[in-house]
């Protein structure tokens, strides 16, 4: 059985730089932190006092007020981008076979705020359980799916992969096999999360997983530099259509570049610790490209995980010095994490959607944030620092790492017609 090709024909964002792709990718290009004090909650007794919030969001631009108190955030943010992707993708709702359109969807946490809104109100009342009856349909990691396809009636492949920071990259995996295998035309897939909360950040402060840089909270995202201590909570939302190359040419479609391979695989070593060597992560990446019949050196850029934590960073670079050989010289690394912070469960998606939109506009977004040179990094390495860098791409590769040893890699191709 051949398998067939899947490309992607449409993009939607909402993320702390940019609210739609267009503002998005001018965010990328131009460097800008999206991160600052953090305006949901009083900060006052947290360790970490700023994150990357999304900015200017007003729900009642996209749903009624009676819409509102029945969609946590995190489903808001999915519907608002998904909802970008397939106008960008100018499908015709009355034309496709909705039977052959589903909708897999990242998120690593879900409705962590509805949980915690449920959880506080309980605790301050009299121990009566009155709770709101729409707090489990607010919570669940997949409800954000289901609501996609209820407003468009989507009748294919419908579920949430929940693979903690690699889970909107795992989505985006199983679309490519379920549209490969010739059971679906078109698939709405990507990610969101919104837990910038106080549990949230109460968390990861408690996991001591937080940038502390309270004093310059623009610049508290700086992967691969020395001075880097820890990742800056970010939320938001990525959405891509992923349709067989065939449909989509049929239809006259546009088509922003192809994804041809997608890898997985285990740390197998600890809950939240990469594995120093980076032997996962370079696994991960081989089975990527084995599974797209790329040789390593044809890539030409990587979106890296790039979190701004101590040991991932410098675990990550070594794995793509293993693989990559003396090739890694010549290949563009970088990390929009510096500038958007850690979307967790949407990391996938939106760094996802930068790789495409690099290799579309021929521009790598820069590393920001970046000082003081890593002892522990390989100096031959472009990391693209502080500024954009030109660049010709035809293949762009975008790693995602999570909680549990999940690492998912996506590559993607550009296509000349």
């Known amino acids: 059985m051949s398998l067939k090709r899947v490309v992607v024909t449409g993009l939607g964002a909402l993320t702390p730089i940019g609210n739609n792709i267009e503002s998005y990718w001018e965010g990328l290009v131009n460097g800008k932190s999206g991160c600052a004090p953090i305006t949901y909650f009083d900060t006052e007794n947290f360790k970490t006092k700023f994150a990357c919030e999304v900015k200017d969001y007003n729900p009642t631009d996209f749903f009624d007020r009676k819409q509102v108190r029945k969609l946590d955030k995190f489903a808001q943010y999915a519907i608002v981008s998904s909802e970008e992707a397939i106008k960008d993708a100018a499908i015709d709702l009355e034309k496709v076979d909705k039977f052959r359109v589903g909708v897999i969807w990242g998120a ?18 009299n121990g009566t359980p009155r709770f709101n009856p729409f707090f489990i349909p607010k919570m669940i990691a ?54 910038v909360t106080i549990a949230g950040m109460g968390g990861f402060n408690a996991m001591h997983a937080l940038s502390t840089r309270n004093e310059s909270p623009e610049t508290a995202s700086r992967p691969f530099d020395a001075t880097r201590d820890g990742f800056v909570l970010g939320e938001g939302a990525g959405a891509l259509i992923l349709e067989e190359y065939e449909h989509a040419k049929a239809r006259g479609a546009k088509i922003y570049a192809e994804i041809v391979g997608g890898g997985m695989s285990s740390d197998a070593y600890h809950m939240t610790a990469p594995h120093p060597d980076g032997i996962g992560v370079e696994r991960v990446m081989l089975n990527c490209l084995r599974d797209a019949g790329v040789s390593p050196e044809e890539v030409d850029a990587i979106n890296t995980h790039g979190t701004s934590t101590p040991l ?41 959607i930068a790789s495409i939109l690099a290799m579309k506009n021929s521009i790598v977004p820069p590393t920001i944030n970046h000082s003081t040179v890593d002892e522990n990094i390989d100096p031959s390495l472009n990391l693209t620092l502080n500024k954009s860098q030109k660049r010709d791409i035809t293949y762009a590769m975008s790693n995602t790492f999570g909680f549990g040893g999940h690492n998912a890699c996506v590559l993607f191709k550009k296509l000349d017609e």
Not at 173 to 180: E, F, G, K, M, V
Not at 327 to 344: D, P, Q, R, V, Y
Request: proline fraction near 2%.
């Open 108 to 125: 690593g946490i879900g409705g962590l705020e509805t949980f915690q809104e449920e959880v506080i109100g309980y605790a301050n009342g």
């Open 312 to 352: 991932g960073d410098v675990a990550e670079l070594k794995a793509i010095t293993k693989v990559f050989g003396e090739h890694a010289s010549n290949i563009n690394i970088n990390s929009t994490k510096s500038m958007t912070g850690h979307l967790l469960g949407a990391a996938g998606a939106i760094e996802a």
């Open 142 to 195: 997949d409800i954000a799916p289901g609501h996609i396809s209820i407003r468009n009636g989507f009748m294919g492949p419908n579920y949430t992969t929940v693979s903690a920071c690699a889970s909107s990259a795992n989505a985006m995996i199983d679309a490519l096999n379920y549209i490969r295998l010739g059971h679906c035309d078109i698939i709405v897939t990507g990610g969101s999360e919104a837990a």
